[in-house]
Protein backbone atom coordinates (compact mmCIF):
# COMPACT_ATOMS: atom_id res chain seq x y z
CA UNK A 1 0.00 0.00 0.00
CA UNK A 2 1.35 3.29 -1.09
CA UNK A 3 -1.29 5.44 1.25
CA UNK A 4 -0.69 6.25 4.68
CA UNK A 5 -2.91 3.98 7.21
CA UNK A 6 -5.06 7.04 8.24
CA UNK A 7 -5.04 8.07 4.53
CA UNK A 8 -6.95 5.43 3.50
CA UNK A 9 -9.04 4.92 6.59
CA UNK A 10 -10.46 8.39 5.95
CA UNK A 11 -11.39 7.96 2.59
CA UNK A 12 -12.96 4.77 2.62
CA UNK A 13 -14.71 5.59 6.11
CA UNK A 14 -17.87 6.49 4.88
CA UNK A 15 -18.66 2.71 3.50
CA UNK A 16 -17.41 1.20 6.88
CA UNK A 17 -19.70 -1.12 9.04
CA UNK A 18 -20.81 -0.53 12.46
CA UNK A 19 -17.95 -2.74 13.38
CA UNK A 20 -15.08 -0.74 11.30
CA UNK A 21 -16.44 1.93 12.32
CA UNK A 22 -15.57 1.39 15.86
CA UNK A 23 -11.76 -0.09 14.60
CA UNK A 24 -11.37 3.22 12.55
CA UNK A 25 -12.02 5.20 15.17
CA UNK A 26 -9.70 3.43 17.91
CA UNK A 27 -6.73 3.23 14.98
CA UNK A 28 -7.07 6.94 14.40
CA UNK A 29 -7.27 7.88 18.25
CA UNK A 30 -4.71 5.53 19.74
CA UNK A 31 -2.94 4.37 16.80
CA UNK A 32 0.53 4.35 19.41
CA UNK A 33 -1.38 1.50 21.22
CA UNK A 34 -3.23 -0.32 18.77
CA UNK A 35 -0.04 -1.17 16.43
CA UNK A 36 1.39 -3.52 19.19
CA UNK A 37 -2.05 -5.71 20.02
CA UNK A 38 -2.83 -8.97 18.41
CA UNK A 39 -6.10 -8.83 16.10
CA UNK A 40 -8.26 -10.39 19.34
CA UNK A 41 -7.16 -7.96 22.02
CA UNK A 42 -8.27 -4.86 18.89
CA UNK A 43 -11.33 -6.39 18.97
CA UNK A 44 -12.19 -7.02 22.60
CA UNK A 45 -11.04 -3.62 23.23
CA UNK A 46 -13.48 -1.98 20.77
CA UNK A 47 -16.44 -4.30 21.13
CA UNK A 48 -15.77 -6.49 17.93
CA UNK A 49 -14.77 -10.16 17.03
CA UNK A 50 -11.27 -10.69 15.45
CA UNK A 51 -12.50 -11.71 12.59
CA UNK A 52 -14.23 -8.04 11.55
CA UNK A 53 -10.32 -6.81 12.65
CA UNK A 54 -9.03 -9.02 10.04
CA UNK A 55 -11.74 -8.19 7.68
CA UNK A 56 -11.06 -4.55 8.07
CA UNK A 57 -7.60 -4.93 7.50
CA UNK A 58 -8.23 -6.75 4.45
CA UNK A 59 -10.90 -3.90 3.54
CA UNK A 60 -8.28 -1.68 3.44
CA UNK A 61 -5.83 -3.53 1.38
CA UNK A 62 -3.54 -4.76 3.50
CA UNK A 63 -2.83 -8.91 3.09
CA UNK A 64 -4.05 -9.85 6.24
CA UNK A 65 -3.76 -8.14 10.05
CA UNK A 66 -0.45 -8.71 10.72
CA UNK A 67 0.35 -6.29 7.38
CA UNK A 68 -1.94 -3.17 8.57
CA UNK A 69 0.09 -3.84 12.23
CA UNK A 70 2.91 -3.25 10.35
CA UNK A 71 1.70 -0.53 8.83
CA UNK A 72 0.78 0.88 12.27
CA UNK A 73 3.99 0.24 13.70
CA UNK A 74 6.06 2.20 10.80
CA UNK A 75 3.57 5.28 11.41
CA UNK A 76 4.92 5.04 15.45
CA UNK A 77 8.08 3.94 15.31
CA UNK A 78 10.16 7.36 15.66
CA UNK A 79 7.42 9.39 17.36
CA UNK A 80 6.74 7.43 20.88
CA UNK A 81 7.61 9.61 23.83
CA UNK A 82 9.48 7.88 26.42
CA UNK A 83 6.43 7.88 28.65
CA UNK A 84 4.51 6.42 25.35
CA UNK A 85 7.01 3.87 25.14
CA UNK A 86 6.94 2.52 28.75
CA UNK A 87 3.26 2.69 28.54
CA UNK A 88 3.26 -0.09 25.42
CA UNK A 89 5.59 -2.15 27.01
CA UNK A 90 3.55 -2.44 30.00
CA UNK A 91 0.74 -3.62 27.83
CA UNK A 92 2.94 -5.75 25.93
CA UNK A 93 4.68 -7.31 28.50
CA UNK A 94 2.52 -6.80 32.19
CA UNK A 95 2.23 -10.46 34.09
CA UNK A 96 4.99 -12.26 31.68
CA UNK A 97 8.34 -13.33 31.81
CA UNK A 98 10.28 -9.82 30.71
CA UNK A 99 13.91 -11.73 30.33
CA UNK A 100 11.98 -14.41 27.98
CA UNK A 101 10.30 -11.41 26.08
CA UNK A 102 12.83 -9.38 25.56
CA UNK A 103 15.19 -11.98 24.21
CA UNK A 104 12.64 -13.47 22.21
CA UNK A 105 11.84 -10.44 20.65
CA UNK A 106 15.73 -9.66 20.51
CA UNK A 107 15.94 -12.52 18.31
CA UNK A 108 13.17 -12.00 16.30
CA UNK A 109 15.06 -8.77 15.55
CA UNK A 110 18.18 -10.89 14.22
CA UNK A 111 16.10 -12.68 12.16
CA UNK A 112 14.17 -9.90 10.04
CA UNK A 113 17.69 -8.36 9.93
CA UNK A 114 19.02 -11.29 8.21
CA UNK A 115 15.85 -10.98 5.87
CA UNK A 116 15.79 -7.88 5.18
CA UNK A 117 19.45 -6.35 4.55
CA UNK A 118 20.64 -6.44 1.14
CA UNK A 119 23.83 -8.74 0.70
CA UNK A 120 25.13 -6.43 -2.38
CA UNK A 121 24.86 -3.57 -0.11
CA UNK A 122 26.68 -4.92 2.40
CA UNK A 123 29.62 -6.09 0.39
CA UNK A 124 29.63 -2.53 -1.07
CA UNK A 125 30.19 -1.24 2.11
CA UNK A 126 33.06 -2.99 2.74
CA UNK A 127 34.75 -2.20 -0.04
CA UNK A 128 34.50 1.06 0.19
CA UNK A 129 35.01 1.42 3.76
CA UNK A 130 38.34 -0.61 3.05
CA UNK A 131 39.53 1.93 0.15
CA UNK A 132 38.62 5.06 2.16
CA UNK A 133 41.10 7.41 3.20
CA UNK A 134 39.49 8.16 6.56
CA UNK A 135 36.51 6.41 7.84
CA UNK A 136 34.44 9.06 9.85
CA UNK A 137 31.71 6.69 11.90
CA UNK A 138 28.98 9.43 13.46
CA UNK A 139 25.96 8.70 16.12
CA UNK A 140 25.03 10.28 18.88
CA UNK A 141 22.85 9.38 21.93
CA UNK A 142 22.00 5.71 22.60
CA UNK A 143 23.54 4.75 19.27
CA UNK A 144 26.76 6.59 20.41
CA UNK A 145 27.93 3.04 22.31
CA UNK A 146 27.62 1.70 18.50
CA UNK A 147 30.14 3.95 17.40
CA UNK A 148 32.81 3.64 20.29
CA UNK A 149 32.76 -0.21 19.83
CA UNK A 150 33.01 0.08 15.76
CA UNK A 151 35.38 2.48 16.51
CA UNK A 152 37.48 0.52 18.70
CA UNK A 153 38.12 -2.43 16.01
CA UNK A 154 38.34 -0.05 13.09
CA UNK A 155 41.17 1.84 15.00
CA UNK A 156 43.16 -1.25 15.12
CA UNK A 157 42.78 -2.31 11.64
CA UNK A 158 42.83 1.18 9.63
CA UNK A 159 45.54 4.24 10.36
CA UNK A 160 42.83 6.85 10.12
CA UNK A 161 39.41 6.76 11.92
CA UNK A 162 37.46 9.41 13.47
CA UNK A 163 34.91 8.78 15.91
CA UNK A 164 32.27 11.55 16.42
CA UNK A 165 29.59 10.27 19.20
CA UNK A 166 29.16 13.56 21.03
CA UNK A 167 28.96 17.03 19.31
CA UNK A 168 27.59 21.09 19.99
CA UNK A 169 26.26 23.46 18.01
CA UNK A 170 29.07 23.69 15.72
CA UNK A 171 31.29 20.85 16.55
CA UNK A 172 29.56 18.24 13.61
CA UNK A 173 31.20 21.06 10.92
CA UNK A 174 33.91 21.52 12.55
CA UNK A 175 34.89 17.90 13.03
CA UNK A 176 33.77 16.95 9.38
CA UNK A 177 34.81 19.76 7.39
CA UNK A 178 38.19 17.99 5.57
CA UNK A 179 35.49 15.04 4.85
CA UNK A 180 36.08 14.73 0.39
CA UNK A 181 35.55 11.84 -1.76
CA UNK A 182 38.47 10.33 -0.89
CA UNK A 183 36.63 9.11 2.63
CA UNK A 184 33.59 7.30 3.89
CA UNK A 185 31.35 8.31 6.87
CA UNK A 186 29.41 5.46 8.16
CA UNK A 187 26.55 7.00 10.06
CA UNK A 188 24.41 4.93 12.94
CA UNK A 189 20.74 6.43 13.99
CA UNK A 190 17.54 4.62 15.08
CA UNK A 191 14.34 5.74 16.33
CA UNK A 192 14.08 7.87 17.49
CA UNK A 193 15.91 9.47 14.95
CA UNK A 194 18.52 11.79 15.49
CA UNK A 195 18.57 15.41 13.71
CA UNK A 196 22.25 15.24 14.32
CA UNK A 197 22.71 12.26 12.45
CA UNK A 198 21.02 13.54 9.25
CA UNK A 199 23.08 16.77 9.04
CA UNK A 200 26.23 15.37 9.34
CA UNK A 201 25.39 12.71 6.08
CA UNK A 202 23.96 15.29 4.46
CA UNK A 203 26.87 17.58 5.02
CA UNK A 204 29.27 14.53 4.20
CA UNK A 205 27.24 13.41 0.68
CA UNK A 206 27.51 17.46 -0.16
CA UNK A 207 31.00 17.25 0.36
CA UNK A 208 31.14 13.75 -2.05
CA UNK A 209 32.16 11.44 0.46
CA UNK A 210 30.61 7.56 0.69
CA UNK A 211 27.86 7.36 2.91
CA UNK A 212 27.01 4.25 4.66
CA UNK A 213 23.78 4.66 6.52
CA UNK A 214 22.82 1.63 9.37
CA UNK A 215 19.35 2.05 10.66
CA UNK A 216 16.34 0.29 10.62
CA UNK A 217 14.20 0.97 8.11
CA UNK A 218 14.95 1.67 4.26
CA UNK A 219 12.54 5.02 4.87
CA UNK A 220 14.90 6.43 7.43
CA UNK A 221 15.64 9.77 6.90
CA UNK A 222 19.48 8.99 6.93
CA UNK A 223 18.73 6.30 4.76
CA UNK A 224 18.03 8.85 2.17
CA UNK A 225 21.50 9.84 1.92
CA UNK A 226 23.32 7.27 1.66
CA UNK A 227 25.01 5.51 -0.78
CA UNK A 228 24.70 2.08 0.47
CA UNK A 229 22.29 1.20 3.71
CA UNK A 230 22.41 -1.15 6.10
CA UNK A 231 19.25 -2.20 7.38
CA UNK A 232 19.09 -3.63 11.37
CA UNK A 233 15.86 -4.05 12.98
CA UNK A 234 15.28 -2.19 16.41
CA UNK A 235 11.60 -1.59 16.52
CA UNK A 236 10.79 -2.40 20.69
CA UNK A 237 8.68 0.11 21.84
CA UNK A 238 10.73 0.66 25.19
CA UNK A 239 12.43 3.13 27.01
CA UNK A 240 15.20 1.40 26.06
CA UNK A 241 16.65 0.88 22.50
CA UNK A 242 16.94 -2.57 21.76
CA UNK A 243 20.65 -2.12 19.97
CA UNK A 244 21.12 -6.13 19.95
CA UNK A 245 20.46 -6.73 16.10
CA UNK A 246 22.80 -3.07 15.14
CA UNK A 247 25.80 -4.44 17.32
CA UNK A 248 25.47 -7.70 15.43
CA UNK A 249 25.46 -5.89 11.87
CA UNK A 250 28.90 -4.46 13.13
CA UNK A 251 30.46 -7.61 13.87
CA UNK A 252 29.19 -8.64 10.78
CA UNK A 253 31.31 -5.18 9.03
CA UNK A 254 34.60 -6.25 11.15
CA UNK A 255 34.83 -9.65 10.38
CA UNK A 256 33.93 -9.02 6.47
CA UNK A 257 36.54 -6.17 6.74
CA UNK A 258 39.02 -8.52 8.28
CA UNK A 259 38.67 -11.01 5.72
CA UNK A 260 38.96 -8.50 3.31
CA UNK A 261 42.56 -7.19 4.12
CA UNK A 262 43.59 -10.90 5.34
CA UNK A 263 47.47 -10.20 5.32
CA UNK A 264 47.20 -6.37 6.20
CA UNK A 265 45.04 -7.19 9.09
CA UNK A 266 47.36 -10.16 9.93
CA UNK A 267 50.33 -8.01 10.04
CA UNK A 268 49.27 -5.33 12.48
CA UNK A 269 47.74 -8.08 14.54
CA UNK A 270 50.56 -9.65 14.93
CA UNK A 271 52.29 -6.12 15.86
CA UNK A 272 49.67 -5.43 18.41
CA UNK A 273 50.26 -9.01 20.11
CA UNK A 274 53.64 -8.01 20.39
CA UNK A 275 52.74 -5.38 22.14
CA UNK A 276 49.97 -6.58 24.61
CA UNK A 277 52.26 -9.51 25.69
CA UNK A 278 55.19 -6.94 26.56
CA UNK A 279 53.22 -4.97 28.72
CA UNK A 280 51.39 -7.47 30.07
CA UNK A 281 47.91 -6.02 29.06
CA UNK A 282 45.59 -9.42 28.68
CA UNK A 283 46.02 -11.10 32.30
CA UNK A 284 47.23 -14.68 30.29
CA UNK A 285 50.07 -13.15 28.74
CA UNK A 286 51.48 -12.44 32.21
CA UNK A 287 54.40 -14.61 32.62
CA UNK A 288 54.41 -14.96 36.15
CA UNK A 289 50.70 -15.91 36.78
CA UNK A 290 50.10 -13.33 40.00
CA UNK A 291 47.63 -10.64 40.05
CA UNK A 292 47.79 -7.69 40.13
Known amino acids: ?72 QEMIRDKLTSVQRI ?22 KIRRTIEETSKEDFENAVNAIAKARTIYIFAVRSSAALASFLGYYYSLIFENVKIINNYGETEI ?16 SFPRYSN ?20 DSASSPIA ?9 KSDMAAVVDSLVAPLSMINALIVATVLRMDDEVKHTFGMLESIWEEYDVYQNNRKDGGAD
Open 87 to 108: EVTQSRISGGNVLENVLSKDIE
Open 1 to 72: MNKNLLTRINEMKSGFSKGQRLIAGFITEHYDKAAFMTAAKLGNTVGVSESTVVRFATELGYDGYPKMQKAM
Open 196 to 215: AAIQALTFAKRRGAGVIALT
Open 173 to 188: YEKLFRISSDDVIIGI
Open 224 to 232: AVADHVLIA
